[in-house]
């Protein structure tokens, strides 16, 4: 090896090891919630300037958005089915049924979720008179605390 690259090996072998012991310790799946935590921090970032701007609409289509993906990662860590008979995965309302089966959550978070799961078809398809800016707020508020109750 030339001597000049040694340098850059050495470097580089210290790294895979450092990762390798990360990989061993566990570190890594953390490393993967505090990402993810991050995205979702951006994407309520984003459904608060839509808001703020006077954009309901987009703000409820995006905060259905994250719930649903959390309601996936939910199902997901307690081994629960996320797609239907036909392979197609599940939306928000099936999703959420199956998550309370399991006992995750009571019967309140899940009339709260079928709540937020109509105000964003809603918003989604068009019918933007059947919600107002107060009730995305809400959404906002709730999916965020419900981010932060159920992801882990």
Not at 59 to 72: I, P, Q
Not at 111 to 138: C, M, P
Request: with cysteine.
């Amino acid at each position: 090896m030339h001597s000049n690259n040694y340098h850059h090996v050495s470097d580089v072998a210290g790294i895979l090891k450092a990762v390798k012991s990360d990989i061993e310790s566990g570190m890594l799946s953390n490393f993967k919630s505090l990402a993810q935590a991050e995205v979702f921090a951006d994407f309520f970032e984003m459904a608060e300037h839509l808001l703020l701007e006077g954009h309901k609409d987009a703000s409820a289509v995006l905060l259905g958005a994250v719930l649903e993906d959390t309601l996936r990662k939910v199902a997901e860590s307690h081994s629960i089915k996320t797609t239907g008979p036909k392979g197609n995965n599940l939306t928000i309302d099936p999703l959420s049924n199956e998550i309370a089966k399991a006992g995750v959550y009571g019967p309140l978070v899940k009339k709260q979720i079928t709540s937020w799961a109509n105000l964003r078809n809603d918003a989604a398809h068009g019918h933007f008179d059947q919600y107002d800016e107060a009730q995305v707020k809400q959404m906002l508020l709730f999916v965020q605390k419900f981010c932060a109750d159920y992801l882990q």
